[in-house]
Structures are given as structure tokens and as C-alpha cells.
């Protein structure tokens, strides 16, 4: 199927740091071939600070490979195996290299991270085989657009009873009810 290799150690080989020696030991490791590797390129565009760039596994519970960016540029993860995948970006506002997570005391907010979506889904299929080219804005991706934004007023709905659906009014309803009461 693919390259195997084998790695043989012969008897009294290594000596640890209590003098005793390693018994006879051989390992078989298998690795595909290229053909049924994958390649994914991300094409990132509106970079407009520091991003740290994290390729994970599946359950997002190891990072396989870490880029930091500051420009418009095209990663590239080769040699994947078939499978889903996810990306996590990290707006690095403070240039440090680090995921902050911000601090109580020093009134410091955590830096905002965020798992890439392609179809309402945070996984990527990679199939086998297979040169996948994604592009991926990270001024959209952040709301960091060039052009100034309005503010626009959440709607966030509120109960003010501990039954649902009792009161329940929009931020801006409980706003305007707040001004008719200061008068």
C-alpha cells in the first residue's frame, strides 16, 4: 500500500540512568502513499492585524499545524489524510504570538477567536487525493471592514419572568420604556 519501515534495536543497545539495559525491540511504522494524500491551501485576505492560524483534528483537540500572519498570503497544509478537519483563527490584537484570554483584574477582554464555517458546518471535508484551494476574508470573518459601520442596536430578547414567554421584550423596547420613565 504505502512506505513501511522497520526499526530494529538489538539487545543491550541503550543503558538507562539506572545502568540497566533495553531488550531486543523492532517496530513496523506504514505510511500511504502521496497519491492518497490531500493538500489544502487557505487563501487568507483582509489581514489587518496579527492572526494565529490553527489547523485541528476533527474534535478540535489537537492542533496538527500553527501559522502566525500579518498579510494577505496562502497557507498550505500538505500531506493530509482523508477526513474532516477545522480551522480556528485568532485575532492577535496585541502581537504577542499567544491566545489571551484576558483578565478580571487588569480589565483586559479575551482576544476573539473563531472556528471557520463553510456551509453552516465548522468541519472541512478533505477527500482523498485531493488539492483544495479555500479562500477565507478575515475582515469579514471579524467585522473589521475598512469603511466605518453604524451602530446597529442588538436584538436581545430578555425575560423578566422566570416562566418563558411570559415578558419578554427586545433591547431596544426595554430602551425606549427606560426613556419614557426617566420623564
Do not use: W
Not at 90 to 106: A, C, Y
Amino acid at each position: 500500500p504505502g512506505y513501511e519501515y522497520v526499526l530494529k534495536m538489538p539487545h543491550r543497545m541503550f543503558r538507562d540512568i539506572n545502568g540497566f539495559y533495553n531488550d531486543s525491540t523492532e517496530v513496523k511504522v506504514s505510511l500511504p502513499t502521496d497519491e492518497k494524500l490531500s493538500t489544502l491551501n487557505l487563501v487568507l485576505t483582509g489581514v489587518n492585524h496579527k492572526y494565529i492560524v490553527d489547523f485541528m483534528t476533527e474534535k478540535k483537540d489537537k492542533v496538527i499545524r500553527q501559522y502566525i500572519v500579518e498579510n494577505d498570503c496562502v497557507l498550505t497544509f500538505p500531506y493530509l489524510k482523508a477526513g474532516h478537519y477545522c480551522i480556528r483563527i485568532t485575532e492577535d490584537v496585541n502581537r504577542n504570538s499567544i491566545v489571551d484570554t484576558g483578565s478580571l483584574l487588569d480589565h483586559r477582554q479575551p482576544e476573539k477567536v473563531m472556528f471557520y464555517k463553510i456551509n453552516g458546518n465548522y468541519l472541512i471535508n478533505v477527500p482523498e487525493s485531493a488539492e483544495i484551494d479555500q479562500e477565507i476574508n478575515l475582515a469579514t470573518l471579524f467585522g473589521n471592514s475598512a469603511e466605518p459601520e453604524t451602530q446597529v442596536e442588538p436584538e436581545i430578547e430578555v425575560s423578566h419572568d422566570p416562566e418563558p414567554g411570559t415578558a419578554t421584550a427586545t433591547a431596544t423596547e426595554l430602551k425606549l420604556e427606560q426613556e419614557h420613565a426617566d420623564e
